[in-house]
């Protein structure tokens, strides 16, 4: 007989914590690239087990996340934690702030992707081609710096990056993580699979959803920190776009917060406001508010009015819909579309009465489909088409039928039934017997008239 012991278990994969250590460097184009091999990027298969995989990202990404950090404080924002005067040990998230926030008589609110490190913009630029600033918030800042706050205020507008992603305390560690990353934390073994989400641990007190987190920066930071009179400018990326329409479709935040909002950018939005019920909202929305939308089209071509465009297949979004020239991906929309985007910013906040102009957009025609374009399809872009086999088709509508039957009456069928015209027949008697009717009945009828 034997005996295991947890010892003889492998044990999880380990990988340092910086970028040197785990084979990386960063080159003279800000790009990440192997020590081994400088003409390669990050490489997310580096073994054949998956958690190994996993942990080496968790490590990796801890690694970049450190040095993008260091770089929003050197362009001089201020990390803050949520909730206030959280100690480093207490269940917290990380924010970042512009120091005089207090005095700025404008303040850019930005809040990124549910799914992503505070910081990082897109994960595919920061470790890949394009490099760290490019992916990050540290090219988003530099622009707003560059802006004035008001026709009346020369200084530069405040800047606040929310985080609606590390929402998920690891007190092992000591820190906010997404819940993506909260199942690359250490475990006890290589094959242990996984922790159990224990909400007085894990949570963090008004980041447990994005919407908490959403109300509590304005609550705490913008309620507290900033003056009555601050304009506010909103800035969401992708999920964070429904998340921020919720929240000012609630009667009471929009009541709190409209005389303070400026003008808001929606990098990515997919919300349909057809069920938004705040019409003071809806108002805003359409006035000065717009979106930046995935399409082909050069930079800043119009989509789509407030009521949407059907030719695009573009849903009423409630806000004019420009082109963001990225053709595939939504965190990509914020790099694309960064200058003309905070550049509408800066021309509401100028702009005394500002309302968003009409927009013309072409309708896109609808082109006729022959047979001759048909054949010029190429394989792989026409819809399969299966055949099946007849007896196989019959037997799959009788089991269908049973089971249907069984769902009605809770009883099993005697038998199968070989095929459809069976199936019907019995269908039939039962729905003449049900309702006294059929062959028998006519029977009786017959002889008792006699």
């Known amino acids: 007989m034997f005996r295991r012991h947890w010892s003889g278990l492998p044990k999880d994969a380990s990988f340092p914590s910086d970028l040197a250590g785990l084979g990386y460097f960063l080159n003279g184009d800000d790009e990440i690239r192997s020590i081994e091999n400088p003409n390669c990027y990050y490489k ?74 505070l910081g990082v913009l897109a994960g595919r630029v920061a470790n890949g081609p394009g490099g760290l600033v490019k992916g990050s918030m540290n090219s988003i800042v530099p622009v707003l710096r560059q802006q004035v706050a008001s026709p009346v205020d020369a200084s530069p507008p405040g800047i606040v990056l929310a985080n609606m992603g590390q929402r998920y305390w690891w007190p092992e560690g000591k820190r906010a993580l997404t819940i993506e990353g909260s199942g690359d934390t250490p475990l006890p073994s290589l094959v242990h699979s ?25 609550r705490d930071i913008l309620a507290s920190v900033t003056a009555s009179t601050t304009k506010i400018d909103i800035v969401a990326i992708g999920q964070s776009c429904e998340v921020v329409e919720n929240f000012f479709d609630d009667q009471k935040n929009w009541d709190s917060w409209c005389g303070r909002l400026s003008s808001m950018i929606l990098l990515g939005t997919v919300f349909d406001t057809v069920g938004l019920t705040n019409e003071g909202f809806k108002k805003f929305l359409a006035q000065r508010t717009r979106a930046y939308l995935i399409s082909e089209e ?45 550049g509408y910013l800066q021309e509401v906040a100028m702009t005394t009465g500002f309302t968003n102009p009409p927009i013309e957009v072409i309708e896109r025609p609808q082109i006729e489909f022959t047979d001759q374009d048909w054949q010029d399809l190429p394989d792989d872009n026409r819809p399969s088409i299966t055949r099946i086999d007849p007896e196989e088709m019959k037997k799959q509508r009788a089991e269908a039928r049973r089971w249907k039957r069984f769902e009605e009456t809770g009883e099993a069928p005697d038998s199968d039934y070989e095929d459809d015209e069976d199936d019907d027949e019995c269908d039939q008697a039962q729905r003449d017997n049900k309702s006294g009717g059929g062959a028998d009945n006519t029977w009786k009828e017959d002889y008792e008239h006699r």
């Open 194 to 218: 996984g922790t159990r989400h224990v909400s007085p641990l894990n949570d963090i007190p008004g980041s447990e959803s994005a919407l908490r987190h959403v109300e509590t920066i304005f």
């Open 44 to 117: 997310f298969f580096h073994n054949r087990n998956a958690r190994v995989n996993e942990r080496q990202r968790f490590a990796f990404n801890g690694a970049m996340e450190d040095i993008i950090h260091e770089r929003l404080e050197k362009q001089g924002l201020v990390k803050m934690t949520l909730p206030l005067g959280a100690s480093p040990t207490q269940n917290h998230t990380p924010i970042f702030a512009t120091a005089d926030l207090a005095l700025c008589s404008r303040v850019v609110v930005i809040f990124g992707e549910p799914t992503h490190d």
């Open 298 to 342: 050069p930079l800043d071509t119009p989509l789509a009015p407030p009521q949407g465009n059907p030719s695009l297949m573009i849903d009423p979004l409630g806000c004019p819909c420009y082109s963001s020239s990225e053709p595939h991906y939504t965190e990509l929309i914020a790099i694309r579309a960064l200058r003309p985007a905070l």
